[in-house]
Structure formats: structure tokens, C-alpha cells
């Protein structure tokens, strides 16, 4: 059974930093791609940052670009997503999700971890 979770999350003022964690199991964690979403009240599910396990390529959406970092620790089966000059705007609740075939910032991932919610202060 794919399992995901997620960890990091907090309060964190504008300007600071957060690191999430996503520790996986059930799976061969080398051959999937993992990706990070964000969701915040009354907005669609947004794609944030991907990193495919298989050959390190990484993705990541424009309004994050410069500021998050993705990166995977294979012998760990963690991914992790480091968040600097956060905004009030990155205020969300952050998903990672895996899939075995599909590699992007869309919404097609198939499995879902439980959320980890990080608020940004103004």
C-alpha cells in the first residue's frame, strides 16, 4: 500500500523558511516521481514543485521558481521541499503525491498524502 506523509508544516512570518517532508513507503520509491501541491481556501489545487526519482529531473511552477528547492534522499525514501522568502500568498495546505507513471504539476498524480498546512504571516 502506497503511503505518503507529510511533515514541516507551520507558522512562519513573511520573508522566512520552511522545510516539508515527505516520507514514502509501499512502493519502489527510486521509480516514481514525487510531487508537491498546494491548495489554499477556495482555489483550485495547484501544482508547486516535482522531482522524477529515476533521473532527477525537477519541475517547478513559476511563482515558486527561485525561492523552493525539491530534492530526494533515495536511501531514505524522503523528498523534501525547501520553502525561503516565503509569501502571505504561499499560505496553503501542501499535499505531495505519487504516481508511477506520470511526471508534472498537473493533478493526474494517483496517490495522496494528508496535507501538512503552512501559514505565512504577513
Known amino acids: 500500500e502506497v503511503q505518503l506523509v507529510e511533515s514541516g508544516g507551520g507558522l512562519v512570518q513573511a520573508g522566512g523558511s520552511l522545510r516539508l517532508s515527505c516520507a514514502a513507503s509501499g512502493f519502489t520509491f527510486d521509480d516514481y516521481a514525487i510531487g508537491w501541491f498546494r491548495q489554499a481556501p477556495g482555489k483550485e489545487p495547484e501544482g508547486v514543485s516535482a522531482i522524477n526519482n529515476e533521473d532527477g529531473r525537477t519541475l517547478y511552477a513559476d511563482s515558486v521558481k527561485g525561492r523552493f528547492t525539491i530534492s530526494s534522499d533515495i536511501a531514505k525514501n524522503t523528498v523534501s521541499l525547501q520553502m525561503n522568502n516565503l509569501k502571505p500568498e504561499d499560505t496553503a495546505v501542501y499535499y505531495c503525491?505519487?504516481?508511477?507513471?506520470?511526471?508534472?504539476?498537473?493533478?493526474?498524480?494517483?496517490?495522496w498524502g494528508q496535507g501538512t498546512q503552512v501559514t505565512v504571516s504577513s
Open positions: 503525491a505519487t504516481d508511477p507513471f506520470y511526471f508534472g504539476l498537473l493533478y493526474q498524480y494517483d496517490s
